[in-house]
């Protein structure tokens, strides 16, 4: 039986990237600029899409933290360093973190429970996360739609030449080995399950 993807991307595309900005974040709504790119989703539809799963994300996520303080998870997140970063940046600057969250790394999950369990009003909150959210879909939309082109152009390379195909798959292998021994040394010396 043969599966069509284009056809699959076509007709599901918005909803994978729905999906990768909830889930995920700034890969998904990359690689959905990247298929705006390639004529398979309309870019506007990719960015909307990338709006609207980051904000539902980010509002389940604050609103448990919110109201469900007791949650397992939000304990578990709240002994995070990332959260304690997080939280003295909410006390020093509640718009600017509110803001920016989705922009720093580590924060995709940490800063949603940390503004929850701040004073920050529920209002205040839902407002700049449209705003940060409009901002972030858009510029990750922007970046895969304007560099599809270069993107092709590398993968086309690297496929193409045995020896940098390669190498780049050392080099990722080597990476991900990195990460994962980081994450575990992480987890261990932080006396528990991240």
């Not at 007709?11 to 004529?39: D, I, N, P, Q």
């Not at 879909?137 to 739609?145: L, W």
């Not at 390379?157 to 040394?185: C, D, E, L, Y």
């Amino acid at each position: 039986m043969f599966i069509d993807f284009d056809h699959l991307i076509r007709v599901y595309g918005g909803l994978a990237v729905f999906a990768g900005a909830a889930l995920e974040g700034e890969a998904a709504v990359t690689a959905g600029g990247f298929l705006a790119h390639r004529g398979m989703i309309n870019p506007y539809l990719a960015a909307a899409c990338a709006f609207a799963g980051s904000v539902a994300a980010d509002q389940i996520v604050f609103f448990i933290a919110r109201f469900h303080r007791e949650n397992r998870f939000i304990e578990r997140t709240r002994q995070r360093p990332a959260f304690t970063r997080a939280i003295r940046f909410i006390e020093t600057r509640p718009v600017l973190f509110c803001t920016v969250f989705r922009f720093i790394y580590g924060m995709r999950i940490a800063g949603p429970i940390a503004i929850g369990v701040s004073r920050v009003p529920t209002l205040q909150f839902v407002l700049l996360n449209l705003i940060s959210a409009a901002l972030w879909a858009s510029i990750f939309t922007f970046i895969g739609y304007r560099f599809g082109r270069t993107f092709e152009i590398i993968v086309d390379r690297i496929i193409s030449n045995p020896w940098v195909m390669g190498s780049v798959a050392a080099i990722v292998v080597t990476a991900v080995f990195i990460f994962v021994r980081r994450h575990k040394i992480a987890r261990h010396s932080s006396g528990g399950n991240i």
